[in-house]
């Protein structure tokens, strides 16, 4: 009998409840997973909206280029048993320009696909260089012939579909050559466009035997992107300077700007890459190694929204256990000074309120962005919860007092997740000091509920 009666004392005790507590919170951990898969679905759902607006409108375009692309062969001799064979096999070397200049200004505009708004751009960009005289032996040692004549300028660029205007190699002292579609070779993933310069005129190929002479080029371009533009530094010196009306430019890539300046009309940046900054040769054997190897080097700006709702509602979500805690502690605190007790399904039912504040954030960000949705989620969810606490304790004033605390939350979270770089330090301390007040406040608290079974 002693026994039964000293598990009902714990049962009824406060550190039993605590411990239930404790135990509400870690079963919230299962909803609050499924918050986070609902907000990586429609993380994923805006991204796809940006690639079908891609698809149609034009997609993160990347230029690369231009390369010199030369066809020449090479003699291979094998030997089986006592016979020696010779065969003739055709290889490609690549060339890069000496100088190469980008200049170029994107207009750019938001377009809507559902609710999704994804940055878009028409582009203009003009490529000005020289090309040296290229050297085959450079590349190869032992060559058997070099095709001069069938040389080709290569142009990459990620999204060939969004080119508006056809484009021209322009040369010095020579007939505007008009480019081609594709790369001009096989066994290569690149897209793009290719001229051959068999008609660059007498300047370039006095002799079909002769090599290149130098010369200097320059290609105007017309096409659609959206989100990114970016450009390779493929060039011994690369300059590029770049000009748009988006005023929320992030510049990334291999290479941050030289000079840039942002306004709230637009932005204006330029770059100045040498050779030895991207270690890549300045000629090389195609099958050694594509066109692609300076992709990695490439660099540019994209064109973010100032505020991604998606990443600020998944950061307030990883708070989401730390303020449902505190919440709970708040509602004990106030059942120790009160008469009535709360039911741990009440408890239950708070908690899952709290989680459901960020399906209600995340489906009104994406209607109203994030600073209003936050205001309406955050007032709609204090205040219900306020009012259930109230009623729960029977008591207006501690009604009242759960508003302050859930206001107080919402507050401290909209501001930890404005900080950024310190964010955690702010989530840190906050947990800390509502950690130090819980424990201080309830230093006189008795846990056993000896007291009160003595005194009844």
């Given at each position: 009998m002693d026994l039964l009666e000293a598990a009902g004392r714990a049962?009824?005790?406060?550190?039993?409840?605590?411990?239930?507590?404790?135990?509400l919170v870690v079963v919230l951990l299962i909803p609050l997973a499924l918050v986070y898969a609902l907000i990586v679905e429609r993380e994923n759902r805006a991204a796809s909206a940006r690639r079908e607006v891609g698809q149609v409108w034009g997609p993160e375009q990347r230029v690369l280029g231009p390369f010199l692309v030369v066809p020449y062969t090479v003699r291979i001799e094998t030997v089986?048993?006592?016979k020696r064979f010779e065969q003739i096999q055709e290889r490609r070397a690549v060339f890069t320009p000496e100088v190469l200049e980008?200049?170029?200004?994107a207009e750019a505009k938001t377009l809507r696909r559902s609710i999704f708004e994804v940055p878009v751009y028409a582009a203009r960009l003009k490529l000005s260089g020289r090309f040296g005289a290229p050297r085959i032996a450079d590349v190869a040692a032992e060559v058997a012939a070099v095709r001069w004549r069938d040389t080709t300028l290569v142009l990459g660029l990620t999204g060939v579909s969004g080119l508006k205007e056809a484009a021209t190699l322009k040369v010095a002292g020579a007939t505007d050559i008009p480019f081609a579609p594709s790369v001009g070779f096989p066994g290569?993933?690149?897209?793009?466009i290719h001229a051959k310069l068999v008609g660059a005129g007498a300047s370039l190929l006095p002799d079909s035997d002769q090599p290149l002479q130098p010369f200097d080029f320059a290609v105007d371009l017309v096409f659609n992107g959206s989100v990114s533009l970016t450009v390779a530094p493929v060039a011994r010196d690369t300059r590029v300077s770049l000009t748009s009306d988006w005023p929320h430019p992030s510049f990334s890539g291999a290479f941050l700007p030289d000079d840039r300046r942002v306004t709230a009309t637009g932005f204006t940046a330029s770059w100045k890459v040498p050779h030895l900054a991207r270690s890549v040769p300045e000629a090389w054997g195609l099958a050694d190694g594509g066109l692609e190897r300076l992709q990695p080097h490439a660099f540019g700006v994209t064109m973010i929204d100032p505020v991604d709702f998606y990443s600020l509602v998944n950061r307030a979500a990883k708070y989401g256990i730390m303020f449902v805690a505190m919440a709970f502690m708040a509602v004990f605190c106030l059942e120790l000074v009160s008469r009535r007790r709360v039911h741990p399904v009440q408890y239950l039912f708070t908690g899952i309120a709290m989680v459901f504040f960020y399906v209600l954030l995340l489906s009104l960000a994406e209607?109203?962005?994030?600073?209003?949705?936050?205001?309406s989620a955050s007032i709609a969810t204090g205040a219900m919860l306020g009012i259930y606490v109230g009623a729960a304790l029977a008591s207006r004033v501690r009604g009242l007092v759960m508003l302050v605390v859930f206001a107080l939350t919402y507050a401290m979270l909209y501001l930890i997740l404005?900080?950024?770089?310190?964010?955690?330090?702010?989530g840190a301390i906050l947990g800390f000091l509502t950690l130090a007040t819980v424990m201080f406040v309830t230093l006189r608290v008795d846990w056993s509920g000896s007291a009160r079974e003595a005194a009844s």
């Open positions: 049962l009824r005790s406060p550190a039993f409840k605590f411990v239930l507590i404790l135990f089986q048993g006592d980008v200049a170029g200004r290569t993933h690149l897209t793009g209607h109203l962005g994030f600073t209003r949705a936050y205001l404005q900080l950024e770089d310190y964010a955690l330090l702010a």
